[in-house]
């Protein structure tokens, strides 16, 4: 993978688009995610067919609890 960088979710990309992929890797270019899914070479590879220096990050898992 290319130089990693820690991404801040409210700078790149809402967090809203980011959490329709729960516990994937996705691909920031131009503040979009350009690719998604579970493996992250994959979603590297892909995003790079766009931009030679994507964002690489992995969505947080979430869970509802009731109470």
Known sequence: MS???I???T???????????PGEY???VDHKIVAHG???GEVQ????R???HPLIGKAPIHEVVAY
């Open 3 to 5: 130089t990693k960088k």
């Open 7 to 9: 991404i801040e979710f």
């Open 11 to 21: 700078e790149e990309v809402p967090f809203e688009e980011i959490m329709k992929y």
């Open 26 to 28: 996705f691909a920031i």
């Open 38 to 40: 579970k493996e992250p």
């Open 45 to 48: 590879r892909e995003a790079e």
């Open 50 to 52: 766009i931009s030679p």
